[in-house]
């Protein structure tokens, strides 16, 4: 992705707006969008034309693979500190 197609206007990065404007005919989702995309944080209208993105970008498919991995080892760190805390309120 070029530094220029990264910046997309704020209806977009707040998610109000609508799904025709997500993308322009030559630019890529912002890496904000693709976050929102990973972590199941848009409606299905978006989360359409997103996909559809990804099925003819590599770039965007490897950073919504990038902001999965990102998310589970999120998930996991936060698993442990819970077990972690929660074993010392055993003691």
């Known amino acids: 992705m070029d530094p220029e ?7 977009v990065l707040d998610g109000s707006a609508k799904p025709s404007s997500l993308l322009a005919d030559t630019s890529h989702p912002t890496e904000r ?5 990973a972590s199941n944080e ?3 209208q978006r989360k359409k034309l997103i996909a559809r993105h990804l099925e003819t970008c590599p770039d965007c498919r490897k950073a919504v693979t990038r902001f999965h991995d990102i998310g589970r ?8 500190a819970i077990q972690h805390v929660a074993s010392g309120i055993d003691r």
């Open 5 to 11: 197609s990264k910046t997309l206007p704020a209806e």
């Open 33 to 37: 969008v693709l976050a929102r995309f």
């Open 42 to 44: 848009m409606g299905p």
């Open 73 to 80: 080892r999120y998930r996991d760190l936060e698993r442990r």
